[in-house]
């Protein structure tokens, strides 16, 4: 089964980093290196980052022999990431992201999967290859496979598993696909599997166009500040910005500053949902290091404050955020008229 070609943007160069490219879902995260490498992976960021046999080893990789150039870069208005490598007359086009699906139709949620989905496929010529995920594994069929820690993996081809790695020997002509998946519930491999992560792909990237074209910014600049708004996206779930590097715990909240200049950004490019959400965080996380002296609330979530309400007046700010606004609260320190 092949993958329909998608229409691509150039990477931003702020975002060719040694850790890689961002993909998400919002309840997840992922990097992947600029050698089509999964390196890191979170199905759900409470959980933390899923653990490879070795550190040094990425949890995903695509071994092909020569000498390969790889160029990344997204599908435009989305978070899916295509890399597409050159090597010995062959070329290969690699589409990883995480499924994300509409919620309700014409509504801001979106419905996370659980799965982080790959799509190799050949374009030109012929490539062989493996595709690797470096993780000691208990076989559930010639396919699939259960990972320590309660995850799931499973390929369309057959795959073999092993005390260190998983791994598929993939053989493709001009016009063939393989698709991997890695999931917090049991998935089934084989054909089935590569019809499933093409319904994935149409999904992901009609919610992330849907979520793209809700955008009111217009200026030059709008592809570099648009790309900010999704990766911003990525790191925004349950109502709340998480830091994009695990620590020690886990995935914890990003800092007081880092969700006020998040806010700042979405209401720049008209997305208002996700900066009333991120006001409400910081007022709530701020009123409670004020009263123990540990931050108070500065002048750009002021400023932000201000012109959310002049655009939108209190509308769709949260309850207790709205009320102390408007009551002129002495810990907001908001002194603005509200509207």
């Not at 309840?27 to 390196?39: F, I, M, N, Q, T």
């Not at 769709?316 to 009551?327: I, K």
Request: charged letters at 20%; one cysteine or more.
């Amino acid at each position: 089964m092949s993958m329909p070609q998608l229409r691509l943007a150039a990477a931003p160069p702020h975002g060719l980093s040694p850790a890689g490219l961002t993909i998400g879902d919002m309840r997840g995260y992922g990097r992947v290196s600029a050698d089509a490498a999964l390196v890191s992976l979170a199905l759900w960021r409470a959980a933390g980052c899923l653990r490879t046999s070795s550190p040094e080893r990425p949890l995903l990789s695509l071994q092909l022999d020569g000498d390969v150039q790889w160029v990344s870069a997204y599908v435009p208005g989305t978070n899916v990431l295509e890399t597409v490598g050159h090597a010995q007359g062959a070329e290969l086009r690699v589409v990883d992201f995480m499924a994300v699906a509409e919620g309700r139709p014409g509504q801001a949620e979106a419905v996370p999967a659980g799965r982080f989905v790959r799509i190799v496929t050949c374009t030109e010529g012929e490539a062989s290859f493996r595709l690797e995920c470096a993780t000691p594994a208990m076989p559930g069929g010639t396919h699939d496979a259960l990972a320590p820690g309660a995850w799931y993996f499973a390929c369309s081809r057959p795959m073999g598993t092993g005390s260190e790695a998983g791994i598929a020997h993939v053989r493709l002509k001009a016009g063939q696909s393989v698709s991997f998946m890695i999931g917090d519930a049991p998935l089934q491999g084989g054909p089935a599997l590569a019809a499933n992560a093409l319904h994935a792909l149409g999904e992901t990237i009609h919610y992330w166009t849907w979520w793209s074209d809700r955008c009111r910014y217009k200026s030059e600049d709008f592809d570099a500040r648009l790309r900010e708004a999704l990766t911003l996206k990525l790191a925004f779930g349950a109502g709340s910005l998480y830091a994009a590097e695990p620590g020690v715990a886990g995935f914890a909240h990003a800092s007081l500053g880092e969700a006020t200049r998040a806010a700042e950004a979405f209401l720049a490019l008209g997305y208002r949902n996700e900066c009333a959400s991120l006001l409400a965080q910081v007022y709530e996380e701020g009123r409670e290091g004020a009263s123990r002296g540990r931050w108070s609330f500065d002048e750009p979530f002021l400023q932000t404050l201000d012109a959310y309400v002049l655009r939108y007046g209190t509308l769709g700010l949260a309850d207790d955020l709205r009320r102390a606004a408007e009551a002129q609260d002495p810990v907001l320190q908001c002194t603005k008229r509200m509207a």
